[in-house]
């Protein structure tokens, strides 16, 4: 493999937070594959083994239902893994795995991985240790984008601090506004310019105590979303 | 623990996707403890000695810098886990931790926690099998709201797909347009509907070759966000 495989195999989730040289002892010796489109890499209910990092192209995974129609679960491209997880509890693959266009892949034994890491059980741990950032990373920039605009992204913390569903509702906020601003992603000064445009839905602050005059028309200014043609 | 506890534990990303069973070996049979605010759980630089899982209430991570301020880099509550990667690596606490409110958490031993694997290494599979799903589950979430509309969503793709940027490009779709829609999270109605939207910027289609007058004008459409007061 040459340095530019490397790459791509250090921008996967699961290799990316590790050593060049962890990543090489995990992965082993096997020479990338190029594969015509169409090809079927593995079919479902076969004992799975192996797994396939995508160095380039583009690889579907589906499933067949009983009366034969094809379900597309995921589609994988370059610096994305797929089939580890039938690898890593070692039974069959839960769904076929077709190349969608001409793809390079690297084809990773299952049985060899897994007696790389019975032998070195650190070579989990640093696997465990990648996705664990990457896990964090990916949680903490869903946060930040799932709920838009700022004051929309406090409102839903609020909404979430109360069971309270209808009417008034007050909350203490359990920590000191500048933890909250950073848990939401937002610099302070930005925190409270939101927070203070959140009076016009009925939210007003008094030091950690928020009131909220009505839950539900909260809740409906979380849920807006401008504009949506999905 | 009770069953709301193993409930919380078994909505985190490491142990969500195993047997109750494997993940009460992982965490063996420590006790979940009430922490007061305000509580150091560790210290930056301190050898990591254990991880946390928040069954409720507040954790931040922070850093002191050379001239004494503190900076915070995360805020945990429950469902989440922290310090883990620490333990998996088995080196230095790289933050401190401290509770920001009243909490109640459970202190996995580092130590104890590696042995258990070391012995069975179909734990540490267990948990990459759980840590793997959830990655591919918040990679698609990301893809799906990261870029706001339909065509958006396209037209993100597309520039994906080539270099060139300015002027004209020409792209083949390397598969089927049902494959890309499901790549997309689009139904392939949605999709067909969004690709013709697109000829407003430019972009015309002719089975799987895509022309797009102005590389320029089409990027500024996937930056585009109607509103951003974060």
Same mark, same amino acid.
């Given at each position: 493999m040459d340095a530019v495989d490397w790459a791509?195999? *250090?921008? !996967?989730? @699961? +290799?990316?937070?590790m050593a060049s040289q962890t990543a090489q002892a995990l992965v082993g010796h096997a020479a990338p594959r190029q594969?015509? *489109?169409? !090809?079927? @890499? +593995?079919?479902?209910?076969?004992?799975?083994?192996?797994f396939f990092i995508v160095l380039d192209g583009w690889v579907k995974i589906y499933r067949t239902t009983?009366?034969?129609?094809e379900v597309v679960l995921h589609v994988f491209t370059s610096g994305e893994t797929f089939a580890e997880a039938a690898i890593f509890l070692g039974g069959r693959y839960p769904a076929s795995g077709e190349t969608a266009a001409p793809s390079r892949l690297l084809r990773v034994d299952g049985a060899a991985f897994r007696a790389r890491i019975e032998e070195r059980p650190a070579l989990a741990?640093?696997?465990?240790a990648s996705a664990s950032y990457q896990l964090k990373f990916l949680v903490e920039q869903i946060e930040q984008i799932k709920v838009r605009s700022a004051p929309q992204r406090i409102a839903d913390f609020l909404v979430r601090m109360t069971e309270v569903r209808k009417g008034e509702a007050v909350i203490e906020l359990p920590f000191e506004k500048g933890l909250l601003a950073n848990r939401l992603g937002m610099k302070p000064e930005s925190f409270s310019r939101a927070l203070a445009q959140l009076r016009a839905h009925g939210v007003?602050?008094?030091?950690?105590?928020?009131?909220?005059?009505?839950?539900?028309?909260?809740?409906?200014?979380?849920?807006?979303?401008p504009e949506d043609d999905a």
């Open positions: 791509i195999i *250090k921008s !996967t989730p @699961l +290799f990316g937070a594969y015509e *489109k169409g !090809t079927t @890499l +593995f079919l479902q209910g076969e004992p799975a083994e192996a009983p009366d034969g129609l741990m640093s696997m465990l007003t602050a008094e030091r950690g105590t928020i009131s909220i005059a009505d839950i539900g028309r909260l809740l409906s200014f979380v849920e807006f979303v």
